[in-house]
């Protein structure tokens, strides 16, 4: 499996930023998640982070709670999940890191949900409704398993967890930018500066901003306090609505701002 914090970090000595886009595994079917992946690899994301469908994603806003609706109606499972991972990994080079609720690791197995993703290729773990306070419950069985559990941070975090959060994480931070769930809205990404300030006094690990990133414009506010951006709804909007090619058009927009730099630094 490759290393997001070393992908990351690589990035970073590059003068570069990291670009890291959401799919929801099975939406509208495995097939075309696999080539969505594939086409967001050749526009030049740098991880793809792949949501398996859960009936209650607290976290997620309409366009994602669509997709997972739309995804488990069509069979989406967390076997399937599997399948589409192993395949991607002879596929494609792009490290994989899954989002999901802490339920479905949970009446799968924990350990046995590490075990079988981390054999798979997978590189990280996202579980957004998984507290810090319970998160001791799985840490151990990914660590054994090679995978990160990503940690969030928030707007709202307070200082002695944002300690001990930072003292816990591996592979990156997940910023979130805003309460609330995600979806393509007007932040002002400025407002972050304080918070990761006060984060890159606590950790060397790698930070990405994510919720709310619908335009290259907004990636390149976003990045300027990052080290990497997160993209989740507005790319499964533009798979919705105008299949693989759209998400493929809209990653090179995005790689290409990152890229001049002058805005984003």
């Not at 997709?67 to 080079?93: D, I």
């Not at 007007?186 to 619908?214: C, H, K």
Request: glycine share 8%; aromatic share 6%.
């Amino acid at each position: 499996m490759i290393s997001i914090e070393k992908k990351l970090l690589s990035l970073k000595a590059e003068g570069r930023k990291g670009l890291i886009m959401y799919l929801t595994a099975g939406y509208p079917d495995y097939n075309t998640t696999l080539q969505a992946v594939k086409a967001v690899e050749a526009a030049g994301a740098d991880l793809v982070e792949l949501g398996l469908p859960f009936s209650d994603p607290m976290a997620d806003g309409p366009i994602i709670q669509q997709a997972a609706t739309q995804a488990l109606a069509a069979g989406a499972t967390v076997g399937k999940a599997l399948e589409l991972v192993t395949m991607l990994k002879q596929e494609t080079t792009i490290p994989l890191a899954i989002m999901t609720y802490y339920n479905i690791v949970l009446q799968y197995g924990l350990k046995k949900f590490a075990d079988s993703f981390a054999k798979a290729g997978i590189s990280g773990l996202i579980i957004p409704d998984l507290p810090m306070e319970e998160a001791a419950i799985i840490e151990p069985a990914c660590r054994q398993a090679g995978i990160d559990l990503i940690r969030f941070i928030a707007p709202t975090t307070t200082p002695d967890r944002l300690t001990t959060i930072c003292s816990q994480a591996s592979g990156f931070l997940y910023c979130i930018s805003s309460t609330g769930v995600t979806g393509v809205r007007q932040i002002d990404y400025d407002q972050l500066a304080p918070l990761m300030t006060t984060v890159r006094q606590e950790t060397q690990l790698p930070l990405a901003i994510g919720f709310g990133i619908g335009s290259p414009a907004a990636a390149c506010q976003a990045a300027q306090h990052a080290d990497a951006v997160i993209v989740g709804s507005a790319v499964m909007e533009r798979l919705m609505n105008d299949g693989v090619e759209a998400v493929r058009e809209f990653t090179s927009t995005i790689r290409l701002a990152l890229d001049k730099g002058c805005e984003c630094r």
